[in-house]
T-cell receptor, first 113, second 113 residues
């Protein structure tokens, strides 16, 4: 079983839709959870960061972590064509430099006008 | 604006050539990473470094080496380029002791012919 699983998509939605992106993981030691957004031919950029369980909201974006189910989600409300990108989940277990980020393979999202 | 700068956006090299990919960060980060990204395979860690003159192998170090002579600079070296090293190469950095994720460069698209 891979440490982090993420559906690669592609996912195509109409403008204004609510988008749900998800990752599952197997390592119960993971405590730090992140979502990166990567536009075509660019490097990933950090979008959301969450520690342990719970929700975090930033504008149209909400990150959820359910440690009991080893499941994380990113919700995008009122999706825009500018949200079209690949979204990568990432997580790590230890504080500080030890323990590198483990990435999902990314979900490609297309928001159609 | 903090930055990770990769020296080339696009590079075409011949099989057997020695190739240098340069990465410079201006955030005084201790940690630096080199990844390659391929469709369907996601991000794969090649090498990383937690300090100057320090390096550790990632998941796919074969055919690569690295150099970190200064804190801000982390170089990836392809000793003898091969066609299967055609890929997008991404450099990233992070602070030690803080878990704010990685900052990525824009990537170098390397084609080996």
């Amino acid at each position: 079983q891979k440490e982090v699983e993420q559906d690669p998509g592609p996912l195509s939605v109409p403008e204004g839709a609510i988008v749900s992106l998800n990752c599952t993981y197997s390592n119960s030691a993971f405590q730090y959870f992140m979502w990166y957004r990567q536009y075509s031919r660019k490097g990933p950029e950090l979008l959301m960061y969450t520690y342990s369980s719970g929700n975090k909201e930033d504008g149209r974006f909400t990150a959820q972590v359910d440690k009991s189910s080893k499941y994380i989600s990113l919700f995008i409300r009122d999706s825009q064509p500018s949200d079209s990108a690949t979204y990568l989940c990432a997580m790590k277990g230890s504080f500080g430099s030890q323990g590198n980020l483990i990435f999902g393979k990314g979900t490609k999202l297309s928001v159609k006008p | 604006d903090v930055k990770v700068t990769q020296s080339s956006r696009y590079l075409v090299k011949r099989t057997g050539e020695k190739v240098f990919l340069e990465c410079v960060q201006d955030m005084d980060h201790e940690n630096m990473f080199w990844y390659r990204q391929d469709p369907g395979l996601g991000l794969r860690l090649i090498y990383f470094s937690y300090d100057v003159k320090m390096k550790e192998k990632g998941d796919i170090p074969e055919g690569y080496s690295v150099s970190r002579e200064k804190k801000e600079r982390f170089s990836l070296i392809l000793e003898s380029a091969s066609t299967n090293q055609t890929s997008m190469y991404l450099c990233a950095s992070s602070a030690q002791g803080l878990d704010y994720g990685y900052t990525f460069g824009s990537g170098t698209r390397l084609t080996v012919v």
